[in-house]
Each structure stands twice: as C-alpha cells, then as structure tokens.
C-alpha cells in the first residue's frame, strides 16, 4: 500500500497557472499514477495519467495542452500535474491516486488501489 498527500491547491484567477504535487510514502516505480478531479456535484473524472516505468502520458480532451503530468525520476515519489491557462470549470477537489503497473495504465477503468485525500482548486473568472 502506498499513502498518497496532495499538496498546492490554491484559489487562482482565470488563466493562471499552478502546480500541483503528490507525495508518496515510497517509491512508485512500478505504478501507474493518475490524477483525477471533482467539481462539485458532479462525479470524479480522470484528467491525467503517467507509467511511472515509461514516462508515457494520457490525458482527456478536456485538458489536453493545458495540463502535463511528470514525476520525480530519482526517487519517483512524487507526481507534478502542471496546470496551465485555468478555466473555471477546472474547479474541484484534485485526488493522487496509484495502481500496480498494467497495460491498462491511463485507461478508464483502470484499478488505483490507494488514493490520497485531494486538494481544492478554485479557479475564478
């Protein structure tokens, strides 16, 4: 099991940027991590994804060129979600979560066994 703290949320005007940070207990080489969001009232969407092994990168329409996911690749403990011309629909909690490494890493569905307890990001207009 890995426990996952979120951390740089922050209340930003449109077009800001921010950087959001995911710390690990240990390393998550062999994991894929994800980032995913909850605006309120609405359900948890997935927003990004990285193979903490590859590097390789997925992300949804909605914040594609807008946000880049990276994690630290001495220790991979920590993952980065990089978000740049905030909207305010990109309001929300923003959760870390991790899985074992499968080839499904990225995809909808895929199985995070450990989450982290989110950070709030308030973007205004």
């Known amino acids: 099991q890995v426990q996952l703290v979120e951390s740089g949320g922050a209340s930003v005007q449109a077009g800001d940027s921010l950087r959001l940070s995911c710390t690990a207990s240990?390393?998550?080489?062999?994991?894929?991590m994800g980032w995913f969001r909850q605006a309120p009232g609405q359900e948890r969407e997935a927003i990004a994804a990285?193979?903490?092994?590859?590097?390789?990168?997925?992300f949804p329409d909605s914040v594609k060129g807008r946000f880049t996911i990276s994690q630290d690749k001495d220790k991979n403990m920590v993952v980065y979600l990089q978000m740049n011309a905030l909207k305010p629909e990109d309001t929300g909690v923003y959760y870390c979560?991790?899985?074992?490494?499968?080839?499904?890493?990225?995809?909808?569905?895929?199985?995070?066994?450990?989450w982290g307890q989110g950070t709030e990001v308030t973007v205004s207009s």
């Open positions: 990285i193979s903490s092994r590859t590097g390789s990168t997925v």
């Open positions: 240990r390393s998550t080489y062999l994991y894929c």
């Open positions: 979560a991790a899985g074992v490494w499968t080839v499904t890493c990225g995809t909808v569905g895929f199985p995070y066994r450990d």
